[in-house]
Structures are given as structure tokens and as C-alpha cells.
């Protein structure tokens, strides 16, 4: 069974650009997670999809953030206007119910 | 202050040698802890669910006191391939959802 994917892998972009974190779950699970770690900090929770609705947004940072699971199946996040305390790795996890989240190698973003 | 604390070591130990870890945690309300384990530049992967009974796997032992809020790791027979991040991690559902993770302890195992 494939695992979480995420793309792109790196990702460099100038403050003020916009970037595009793609994730695709694991077929079937209905959950979809994001997370970011900060450089020094710990991974935090930013959103959560039941399908196609989100379920719990609280730890999205601003507007500059928008996540979308168009049809159910995989998630962006899209960041726009990227500022430099975007910077971080973005996390995706996906399970099936309340079970265990298998997380995705992550998207190292750089703001310059 | 965070709401998941952890030393985040590191902790040097030589191979065989037995390392505990310990994290507490501020939301009283959480339901739910893990450990998981990080490898550089790698993602969080489960090592374990925590129950307040205490539970074992192979030469992993996790502990969880309610009242102290307080939730221990202790690994035995250090291998090398231990060698990571140990994030503790509390949910205040009964399952998986919303994570809330601690910064994590690095463990080196030496030869």
C-alpha cells in the first residue's frame, strides 16, 4: 500500500510569492492532517479534513493560509502572500477514522 | 509555555545501555498519548500508544501517570538504530486527532 505522498519535496520561494503544497492520502483514509515544524519549534497542528470538510481549522496561522480537499480525495495548501515565518516543514497525515495518522515526508519550504 | 515539555537532550548512551525519557504535559482534558519517533529529515512515525496501565513493546516500555501529567519512555538494550528524536505526543480526543507535540528528545546511541 503507498504511503502519504507530498510535492514538492523543497520548496524556495521569495517573500511575497505564492507556493502550493500538494499531499495525497493514503486510498481510503477519509482524514487528511496538516502540520508545520518550524525551525527550533515543535509540530504544530494547522488543519484537519473529514473528506472534503474541515473539520477543525483552529491552528491555521492567518488568512495568508487556504487549504482545499476538493472531492475527498488529495489536499493543497496554498500560501499567499508567503512571508519569511512561513518558512518550516509542512507535514501531511492521513488515517482512516480516529485511528493512527500516518504522516508524509514533509515539504521543506524556504522564504526568502 | 508549551503545552507538551520534553529535555530535548541530547542524551549520548552507548549501545546495550537503558535511557528513560520523560514529558509532561498542561492540558489535563488529554485523552490520548503516543510516542513517536523521528529520524533526521524524516517523518514522525508511531512507536507507541501510552495506557495508564503501562504497556510494553519488545524493549520499549511506556508509563503514564494521569495525576502527575506526566508520561514516560524507557528503552532498554540501546541499539544503534535507536538513534533519533523521540516526540512525545498527546491528543485530547480518545483517538488520533489534533496532535499536540512536544519538541522532541534526541537520543544518540554510540558503539
Known amino acids: 500500500e503507498a504511503g502519504v505522498t507530498q510535492f514538492p519535496s523543497h520548496s524556495v520561494i521569495e517573500k511575497g510569492q505564492t507556493v502550493t503544497l500538494r499531499c495525497d492520502p493514503i486510498?481510503?483514509?477519509?482524514?487528511l492532517y496538516w502540520y508545520r515544524r518550524v525551525m527550533g519549534k515543535e509540530i504544530k497542528f494547522l488543519l484537519h479534513?473529514?473528506?472534503?470538510?474541515?473539520?477543525?481549522e483552529s491552528g491555521m496561522p492567518n488568512n495568508r493560509f487556504l487549504a482545499e480537499r476538493t472531492g475527498g480525495t488529495y489536499s493543497t495548501l496554498k500560501v499567499q502572500p508567503a512571508e519569511l515565518e512561513d518558512s518550516g516543514v509542512y507535514f501531511c497525515?492521513?488515517?482512516?477514522?480516529?485511528?493512527?495518522?500516518?504522516f508524509g515526508p514533509g515539504t521543506r519550504l524556504t522564504v526568502t | 509555555r508549551k503545552e507538551v515539555e520534553q529535555d530535548p537532550g541530547p542524551f549520548n548512551v552507548p549501545e546495550g545501555a537503558t535511557v528513560a525519557f520523560n514529558c509532561t504535559y498542561s492540558?489535563?482534558?488529554?485523552?490520548?498519548f503516543f510516542w513517536y519517533r523521528q529520524d533526521c529529515r524524516k517523518e514522525p512515525k508511531l512507536l507507541m500508544s501510552?495506557?495508564?496501565s503501562g504497556n510494553e513493546d519488545g524493549r520499549f516500555t511506556a508509563q503514564l501517570n494521569r495525576a502527575s501529567q506526566y508520561i514516560s519512555l524507557l528503552i532498554r538494550d540501546s541499539k544503534l538504530s535507536d538513534s533519533a528524536t523521540y516526540l512525545c505526543?498527546?491528543?485530547?480526543?480518545?483517538?488520533?486527532?489534533?496532535?499536540?507535540f512536544g519538541t522532541g528528545t534526541r537520543l544518540l546511541v554510540s558503539p
Open positions: 479534513f473529514v473528506k472534503e470538510s474541515k473539520q477543525d
Open positions: 492540558n489535563s482534558a488529554s485523552q490520548s
Open positions: 497525515a492521513s488515517s482512516r477514522l480516529s485511528r493512527q495518522q500516518y
Open positions: 501510552v495506557y495508564s
Open positions: 505526543v498527546v491528543s485530547i480526543t480518545t483517538g488520533f486527532q489534533k496532535l499536540v
Open positions: 486510498s481510503g483514509h477519509d482524514n
